[in-house]
């Protein structure tokens, strides 16, 4: 995996050390010596990934971490903070700032590496998630950027996994005042814990007596409830190696012993604001495509998800040799109700319609709005004949009802009709079959309306 790592140091020998080393890795490398060429870089979309020395001339790297972090086009740029300064309350500044991580000079290259390709996967995800988000903006979806800046990650559910009471008791009473904390002991029943509620972080402690932790964090990265879920482990200054292990297998931040209250609290905020500004993009996503398959008035499926839904649908019919049947129903003098009532009253007609359908379906059955006050039912595995007995009972729920219009100040009658048309033989095809459930409704409404007619075989 490669990634553009931005370095900024104002001493170009700590510059070309951290570039030799990097590159030595494979990672592409940017330089800048300040903090104002570091935000046009970064501003620019130029890299991937910011190392940042804290101690520069003019604008120092804590006031340069903070406008990345403050800026909605920047803030999402994974930022580590190097520096000689190593009291946690320097650390905790740092993160305060914005940072996502605060590396003490003399480096350690495995931390160093290890850090960077953890940051840069993560970086990655987002960005996937942040190129579909477009998608989103652009169909009128408000973009999470802005919420996710003003979030000051508080509030969070988070579960503690350490087998020592002495242990997990501090960190508990430390997150108390911020998050809902959980705490759970027993490392056997930490997967099913976790997996089971939806937490914002999960902590665990490295030195969990008779239990391999990284495999339970790799356990915790895999599985597909708790795959998007942070992991901030507890370690020993000593265990360096476990921990760099830990971030190659998918922790996303570490903490050493002993704990520092306020690191311990800014950790989590980064790791629940990340949390929660992925959750949001995944949000935005799912939302987009929701709106790109569905009707916006009805909730039904759209035209054009069912068009190309039906053709498969159809291939997996003739596949098993089982029956397919479409129905097209239209809503009887549709036009003189919104004349008579007004296009709201329609509207509310249409989406009483949509509600009824689905509660006379099964959920194999695909229902669509096909476009005014044309509706389809597509159900797989049904023949001719069952087919019209739904279409009947349908039709007499529609007629027995009257809908109500006007927020409820008014009911008005509604009828439907119905054409049924089921798939035939090998050659059919979606629009075959759709032309022939449209001629039967054709007929229906020809002779007399709220009716059901099948198609004549």
């Known amino acids: 995996m490669t990634a553009r790592v931005l370095?900024?140091?104002?001493?170009?020998?700590?510059?070309?050390?951290?570039?030799?080393?990097?590159?030595?890795?494979?990672?592409?490398?940017?330089?800048?010596?300040?903090?104002?060429?570091?935000?046009?870089?970064?501003?620019?979309?130029?890299?991937?990934?910011?190392?940042?020395?804290?101690?520069?001339?003019v604008i120092n790297g804590f006031e340069t971490c903070r406008r990345l972090k403050t800026n909605p086009a920047t803030h999402h740029i994974p930022v580590v903070m190097v520096t000689a300064l190593d009291q946690p309350a320097d650390r905790v500044r740092g993160l305060e700032a914005g940072a996502d991580d605060f590396l003490t000079k003399p480096i350690c290259d495995f931390a160093l590496i290890a850090r960077v390709r953890s940051l840069a996967r993560l970086k990655m995800v987002t960005d996937e998630l942040r190129m579909r988000a477009v998608t989103s903006r652009d169909i009128g979806i408000e973009s999470p950027e802005r919420e996710t800046i003003a979030d000051a990650g508080r509030g969070g559910r988070v579960l503690i996994v350490d087998d020592r009471a002495s242990s997990h008791e501090r960190i508990a009473a430390v997150l108390a005042d911020e998050h809902d904390v959980e705490v759970e002991a027993n490392p056997n029943q930490a997967l099913f814990r976790a997996a089971d509620g939806n937490y914002d972080l999960v902590i665990i402690s490295l030195g969990l007596e008779n239990f391999d932790a990284l495999r339970l964090c790799s356990q915790i990265r895999s599985l597909e409830r708790t795959r998007n879920t942070p992991i901030l482990a507890v370690t020993e200054p000593d265990d360096t190696a476990r921990m760099v292990r830990g971030l190659e297998i998918g922790v996303n931040d570490y903490l050493m012993r002993p704990i520092d209250k306020n690191e311990l609290l800014a950790r989590a905020r980064t790791q629940v604001r990340r949390r929660r500004y992925t959750e949001r993009l995944r949000d935005s996503v799912q939302m987009s495509i929701e709106m790109a398959i569905t009707d916006a008035l009805t909730g039904l499926f759209n035209r054009r998800y069912m068009e190309s839904h039906l053709a498969t649908l159809i291939d997996q019919a003739k596949s098993r040799g089982k029956p397919l049947t479409a129905l097209v129903l239209d809503i009887d003098y549709f036009k003189a109700i919104n004349d008579s009532h007004g296009h709201?009253?329609?509207?509310?007609?249409?989406?009483?319609?949509?509600?009824?359908?689905?509660?006379?379906?099964?959920?194999?059955?695909?229902?669509?709005?096909?476009?005014?006050?044309?509706?389809?039912?597509?159900?797989?595995?049904?023949?001719?004949?069952?087919?019209?007995?739904?279409?009947?009972?349908?039709?007499?729920?529609?007629?027995?009802?009257?809908?109500?219009?006007?927020?409820?100040?008014?009911?008005?009658?509604?009828?439907?009709?119905?054409?049924?048309?089921?798939?035939?033989?090998?050659?059919?095809?979606?629009?075959?079959l759709l032309k022939r459930a449209d001629q039967a409704l054709y007929r229906a409404k020809r002779d007399g309306r709220n009716r059901v007619v099948p198609d004549a075989a």
């Open 344 to 432: 709201d009253a329609g509207d509310d007609v249409l989406r009483e319609f949509a509600l009824r359908i689905r509660r006379s379906i099964r959920g194999i059955d695909l229902a669509c709005r096909y476009g005014g006050e044309e509706f389809v039912i597509v159900m797989p595995e049904t023949d001719m004949a069952v087919a019209a007995m739904v279409a009947e009972r349908l039709r007499r729920r529609i007629a027995a009802d009257p809908f109500a219009i006007q927020q409820g100040a008014r009911s008005i009658p509604v009828t439907i009709s119905i054409g049924i048309a089921g798939v035939r033989g090998r050659e059919d095809s979606a629009a075959a």
């Open 7 to 57: 370095v900024v140091d104002d001493v170009p020998a700590n510059v070309k050390l951290l570039e030799a080393r990097l590159s030595a890795e494979y990672f592409d490398v940017i330089t800048a010596m300040n903090g104002e060429e570091a935000l046009a870089i970064c501003d620019r979309g130029e890299c991937d990934l910011v190392l940042l020395d804290a101690m520069m001339p």
